[in-house]
């Protein structure tokens, strides 16, 4: 029972790690994104197809009472209910946790939330919100900006990784401990959080002075915006490359030992012994212009150029890649992490495959379903038959 993108992100990769998935949808409407940011006309929309490939669809409205009675039924031959519904949905149908429990015992019901208790516990969230409210719209940008929104859907996606992550505990220990189910909750704003973990830890060490890794001249008590500064152990910057389009950049990071290889790479071999550049806290309060230095080198060679020059002596780096060259990568394409998938109704569409790689359960991405589409097979085996299934058409069950 989930829609938009938490909870498909979720059970998408829950089916690639061979869960049966069924997507229990509205009728005549299905999933909202089914018809959200089309590209093309009166056809699912890739917004929904890239999010929820490798399920089956039925259609069902929870909401009259031979709906409800076909619910239950699903819940008792399930062995995991995801849901991501506004604060409250399912309770105020008469589905809580301990109601589920009593239907099948066995259930891991699983809900991701915008909130945890407390305070904001009522409260819609979207992804803008859980980045806000989780830590990383304050430390994301430049110090003289605004708050800034990653491009990374580490509230939506995030979240569902980490509700993957705890329905599969609950399945071990209901499996080899309990024999029963668990009731599983994992919140947006939480989950983001947890990937700020590194700002959580330098807000602590503020108490004992300012943030040398940190270019910004001051704090004011809390971690500061600091741009395409890393924060961390080594400090990295984004570089200008050759031509010098939107997307010709380099990050690069300085780790100490590789600092003669480099100075001597960008043709300035004498910063390797000039004091004001020999050793990582030398290089610190002149970090303009060690990245001057380096960059008057990138921005003379293309990015593939520097980084196969950067990698031969060992400085880490990467290329700013657009969505555009990701969708053409070779190698992205040849280990199947970008998929060509045929769908009946939009043709050929390229999606994501999964990070998640196992030597022995190799996943092959299949289209996403269409709405109801399976209707027939997953009720049928609950004992419904044609004819049944055509009267619960017409009367708007199904």
Excluded at 191 to 220: A, I, T, W
Excluded at 337 to 359: C, D, K, N
Aim: some cysteine; proline content about 7%; overall charge negative.
């Amino acid at each position: 029972m989930t829609h938009v993108q938490a909870g498909p992100g979720c059970t998408q990769i829950l089916a690639w790690l061979g869960a049966d998935v069924v997507k229990v949808e509205l009728p005549g409407r299905g999933d909202i994104t089914r018809q959200q940011l089309r590209d093309l006309p009166d056809v699912d929309s890739l917004y929904f197809t890239m999010l929820n490939c490798n399920k089956r669809s039925v259609t069902l409205n929870t909401k009259l009472p031979e709906g409800r009675e076909m619910f239950k039924a699903l819940l008792r031959e399930s062995d995991v209910l995801v849901e991501n519904f506004g604060p409250g949905v399912l309770d105020r149908q008469g589905y809580s946790w301990e109601t589920i429990q009593e239907i099948n015992p066995r259930l891991i019901y699983a809900s991701i939330k915008g909130f945890g208790p407390g305070r904001y516990e009522d409260f819609k969230a979207y992804e803008p919100v859980a980045q806000a409210m989780g830590g990383s719209m304050s430390t994301t940008g430049w110090p003289d900006g605004r708050p800034t929104v990653t491009g990374a859907q580490i509230g939506d996606s995030g979240t569902g990784v980490h509700t993957v992550a705890a329905i599969l505990a609950a399945l071990y220990q209901r499996d080899v401990h309990s024999g029963r189910g668990q009731r599983v909750v994992c919140t947006m704003q939480d989950s983001v959080l947890n990937l700020c973990r590194v700002k959580m830890r330098d807000q602590q060490r503020l108490e004992h002075g300012r943030l040398s890794e940190y270019p910004n001249e001051s704090f004011d008590g809390v971690v500061p915006r600091s741009g395409n500064a890393s924060g961390g152990g080594q400090p990295g910057a984004a570089l200008r490359c050759s031509p010098g389009g939107e997307n010709d950049y380099v990050y690069m990071v300085i780790q100490p030992p590789v600092w003669a290889p480099l100075a001597a790479l960008i043709e300035r071999p004498e910063l390797a012994e000039d004091p004001r550049f020999a050793t990582p806290a030398a290089r610190l309060p002149i970090l303009d212009e060690v990245w001057a230095a380096i960059e008057a080198w990138t921005s003379r060679h293309s990015k593939a150029e520097v980084l196969e020059k950067c990698n031969a002596i060992d400085v880490p780096c990467g290329p700013v890649l657009s969505m555009k060259e990701l969708l053409e990568d070779p190698d992205l394409r040849a280990r199947g992490m970008i998929v060509a998938v045929e769908h009946p109704e939009r043709g050929t569409f390229y999606t994501i495959g999964s990070p998640l790689q196992l030597s022995d359960s190799p996943v092959e991405v299949k289209r996403s379903p269409l709405l109801g589409e399976h209707n027939a097979d997953v009720y049928g085996k609950l004992g419904y038959d044609e004819a049944k299934l055509a009267q619960l058409r017409e009367s708007g069950v199904i």
